[in-house]
């Protein structure tokens, strides 16, 4: 059975992308320059990717435009748009936790749910996230787009794991 983990960067200040949706203050304090992070041994545990149509928009068209990053796995986009799916990308217009539901049965290896907010937020209130690895990048941007805008309840988290590298934080959680 696979297990969910959102993984992703936030602000000192919670935030995942400035009000203009920018994620261009993604980086370290530079005491660290050359430090891989944690980013290339949690991608050797993923099997199949989750994410909103903003952050794939955003990779498609600004961050990764002229390669696909996520080549070799599965990734499902979920949106509204009826669109054709795409080599590898897979467009899901169907409910978010009954396709969580589905690759937990069908896959093996870590589910990174890659984003966004909206996308991660629904999950937390589902209780379909296993894992929260929250890189905590050391800026402070007052305002954007919050990483959980709109939680109505608590989430009692055990912290399981931390790593520090280049001025980042990286806290990982289980549900309790």
Known sequence: MGKTVLYLAMSVDGYIADEQGDVNWLRGDGSQPDAPGSYPAF????????????????????????????????????????????????LWNGDLTALVDKLKKEREGVIWICGGASVAGQLL????????????????????????????????????????????????????
């Open 125 to 176: 209130k589902e209780g379909r996230i296993d894992r929260l690895w929250l890189s905590v990048i050391p800026t402070v941007l007052g305002t954007g787009v919050r990483l959980f805008p709109d939680m109505e309840q608590e989430f009692h988290l055990k912290l399981v794991g931390t790593e520090q590298y280049n001025g980042i934080v990286d806290l990982v959680y289980e549900k309790r």
């Open 43 to 90: 991608y050797d545990t993923v099997d199949t990717i989750v994410m909103g149509w903003t952050t794939y928009h955003q990779i498609v068209t600004e961050l990764a435009p002229d390669s696909w990053p996520y080549q070799g796995r599965p990734c499902y986009v979920v949106t509204h748009r009826q669109e054709p799916d795409r080599d590898g990308i897979h």
